[in-house]
Structure formats: C-alpha cells, structure tokens
C-alpha cells in the first residue's frame, strides 16, 4: 500500500506552563527540562469526533478520492465519550462512509497497529482504499492535580487516505505485558449482583519504567526491521518517532547515531497525544513539504500495555 493523503486537526486551545502552574505545583523550569513541553492543545468546546471528521476530510480532499471509493475504515482510539458505539462509527456517520469500520485501542502505537491491519487486508486483496483516524483526548485521562502525568499530555486526531501500492517495506509488533505500568481504571454501571470489590483511577504511569522500555523497544525494533527489510539507516530521510518525551526522543537519537535533523519533533508545542502523535507529526510535515517520492520513513512508537511498534515505508 502506499499514502496518498494526511490531515490533522487540534483543540484551538493552548495550554502553557505558565498556565498549568497557576492551579499544579510545577513551572516552566520544572517541566521543560524533564519532558521539553512548552505547550499544549486542550480539548474546550470541540468534540473528539468533529476533530476527527475533519481531519479525515482532509486527508480524503488530498487523496483525489471520493468518499464512497473508501472501502475499510480504522480508527485507533484509547476513550472517549461513547462506550458504544465504536468511535469509528460516529466517525463515518459524520462523514457519510458506509464501509466496514473497526476500532482498535493500542494506545501510543495505534497508528503503526492499524497499518499493519490496513497491509495484512491488501495482502488478501480484500480492499483498495483505506482510512485510519487516529483521534485521541489523553487530557481528559489525567488526574489535574497530579503533575507528573498532566503537564504531558494534549489533545489531537490525525487521518491518513491508503490506496494500493509497494510502498510499506516492513512492520514489526511487539509487546511486553505489563498492565501495572500505564493504566487507567473507571467503574462501571452498578448491578443488583456485583459483590466485587471495583475502584476507579485516572491515568497511573510508572515513569522510569515506561522511559526504559520506550529507549530499548524502540531502538531494538528500528534495528532489527531496518536489517529485516534491507535499508541502512544512510537510506533513511526521517525517522517519525512518537511524541512521549524529548529525553527519550534524545536517547533514542543517540542511540541510532544519526543526524538531529533526521528526527522531526512538535512535541515542544503539542505534548504527547498518544496514538495521533505519529499522524499528526506525519501530516504536519507533508503539509510543508518536507517528503519527496522515493524518501524512507521510519517510524516508532511505544505505549500502554506494554506495547510498541515499527514500520519502515517509502514516500
């Protein structure tokens, strides 16, 4: 398969560090030598699936297609208001799509998760065209008063038009189950017979934990694929690394010993917004015309679950 649209949209709402450390016992000091954060766009007033709809529409607009050419639909997405229907399903009704939808829940690897999906059905020659929506609202998993897990995150959806190509060179999954790492837990409806004991948190994080496996998952894997399909890292145009956090964005850099510019990042501005990091990294850089046919793009990504993932594809 290869690419052939992107779009992105975020929350018209920035959120500074000078603004966290109004109601958070933190600062701009505090937090950009630990995360390189700045700022960060918060879901106010906008829905998720409207974010959602129109960076899909984007990505469509760029593709050519028109939107009953679309036959498969994926959304990635870790919560959000609906408990069902699938968000892929408020999606497509907002763009009018009536193909086959799925939702998947991978956390920051989304986007390479459902690419694999997206490849495994062109493999079996079961569809043409495909979106992914990536829409993610991590802001609204985070204990406000918590600092070590607030100040990281913001608010995003990103999309991505597939059509029939040669352009994915290889993926890799991996996972290291650990549901003790990153979690979030919520009650559910009551029964007359529940006697469990329930409880309900907002987002937990292991830090140093999660910042050694996001290094050594995503070092390991880039390595091993690159070898896999047979392109040295000289044959790389970007490596499009998930937006968690500049030190483990630098640790990986200095680990693959390849050239700062090589390695786009916005998480300055945008935060960690979990799986639509890698998509609206994506978009943001074709809309400024950084790609040219033929360039190499690696990306990586880790997250909950333990989960992680890379994919190597030309432009």
């Known amino acids: 398969m290869r690419i052939i649209g992107t779009g992105s949209v975020l929350p018209s709402k920035v959120v500074t560090n000078n603004d966290l450390s109004k109601f958070l016992d933190t600062s701009d000091e505090?937090?950009?030598?630990?995360?390189?954060?700045?700022?960060?766009?918060?879901?106010?007033?906008e829905k998720l699936e409207d974010m959602a709809i129109e960076a899909a529409r984007k990505a469509i607009d760029e593709s050519g297609l028109k939107l009953e050419e679309i036959d498969y639909f994926i959304c990635s997405n870790v919560v959000n208001e609906y408990v069902t229907p699938g968000l892929s399903c408020i999606i497509a009704a907002g763009l009018g799509l009536t193909c086959p939808c799925v939702d998947i829940n991978c956390a920051c690897p989304g986007f390479i998760y459902a690419l694999d999906i997206a490849e495994t059905r062109y493999l079996a020659k079961k569809s043409k065209n495909i979106l992914i929506v990536c829409a993610e609202e991590p802001?609204?998993?985070?204990?406000?008063?918590?600092?070590?897990?607030?100040?990281?995150?913001?608010?995003?959806?990103?999309?991505?038009?597939?059509?029939?190509?040669?352009?994915?060179?290889?993926?890799?999954?991996?996972?290291?189950?650990?549901?003790?790492?990153?979690?979030?837990?919520?009650?559910?409806?009551?029964?007359?017979?529940?006697?469990?004991?329930?409880?309900?948190?907002?987002?937990?994080m292991k830090g140093r934990e999660v910042f050694k496996f996001a290094v050594n998952a995503s070092t390991t894997q880039v390595d091993a694929l690159l070898k896999e399909v047979g392109i040295s890292k000289d044959q790389v145009s970007y490596y499009m690394v998930h937006q968690a956090n500049q030190r483990i964005l630098d640790s990986i850099e200095?680990?693959?010993?390849?050239?700062?510019?090589?390695?786009?990042?916005?998480?300055?501005?945008?935060?960690?917004?979990?799986?639509?990091?890698?998509?609206?990294?994506?978009?943001?850089?074709?809309?400024?015309?950084?790609?040219?046919?033929?360039?190499?793009?690696?990306?990586?990504?880790?997250?909950?679950?333990?989960?992680?993932?890379?994919?190597?594809?030309?432009?």
């Open 30 to 45: 505090w937090i950009v030598p630990r995360t390189g954060i700045r700022t960060r766009h918060v879901i106010t007033d």
């Open 139 to 204: 802001t609204r998993m985070c204990d406000w008063s918590d600092r070590s897990t607030a100040v990281l995150f913001g608010d995003g959806a990103a999309a991505v038009v597939l059509t029939e190509g040669d352009n994915i060179k290889g993926i890799k999954l991996h996972s290291e189950p650990a549901a003790d790492k990153i979690w979030m837990k919520r009650i559910l409806s009551k029964t007359p017979f529940i006697t469990k004991e329930e409880t309900e948190a907002a987002l937990q």
């Open 254 to 315: 200095d680990y693959l010993g390849e050239p700062k510019e090589k390695f786009p990042s916005n998480i300055s501005d945008h935060g960690n917004s979990s799986s639509a990091s890698c998509l609206i990294l994506l978009d943001e850089c074709n809309r400024k015309g950084m790609f040219k046919k033929g360039d190499i793009l690696v990306f990586s990504a880790f997250g909950a679950g333990l989960l992680s993932a890379a994919a190597v594809l030309e432009w």
